[in-house]
């Protein structure tokens, strides 16, 4: 079973949503609010967890600089409701379950890319 780290950008009521469909979820914000990016990146290797985020810098750190990761999955859905924005994530993560380890996803209102990496 694959498990998630949401990041502090993460609307909570995603993460709710995630939780409802029984996805494991742990958050920075219930585990260590306030700590840096790199931190972060370090705890979800730590806890073996796909980050999930709408932080764009963490598509930065870790697939343009290469910073070690088990997967990203970022949400770029600013001003979309709530609840599209949970419908859609959640369905992006059941359809493409199997690659979002060591993975880059970008979750947009029209469109999913998926770009493997071989970064762990």
């Known amino acids: 079973m ?3 780290l949401a990041d502090e950008s993460v609307d909570y009521r995603l993460i709710k949503a995630l939780r409802a469909e029984a996805y494991e979820i742990q958050t920075v914000v219930e585990m260590n609010s306030g700590i840096k990016d790199d931190e972060v990146l370090e705890m979800a290797i ?3 967890a796909i980050l999930i985020t709408e932080d764009k810098d963490f ?4 697939f343009r600089l290469k910073k070690p990761n088990k997967g990203l999955i970022l ?3 600013s001003g979309v409701p709530i609840e599209k924005k949970i419908n859609l994530t959640c369905e992006a993560i059941q359809k493409h379950f199997s690659e979002l ?3 880059f996803i970008i979750i947009s209102e029209h469109k999913l890319r998926i770009k493997h990496n071989n970064v762990t």
């Open 75 to 77: 949400i770029r859905m």
């Open 2 to 4: 694959k498990s998630f």
């Open 46 to 48: 730590n806890l073996e």
């Open 59 to 62: 598509g930065e750190l870790t």
């Open 101 to 103: 380890g060591h993975s």
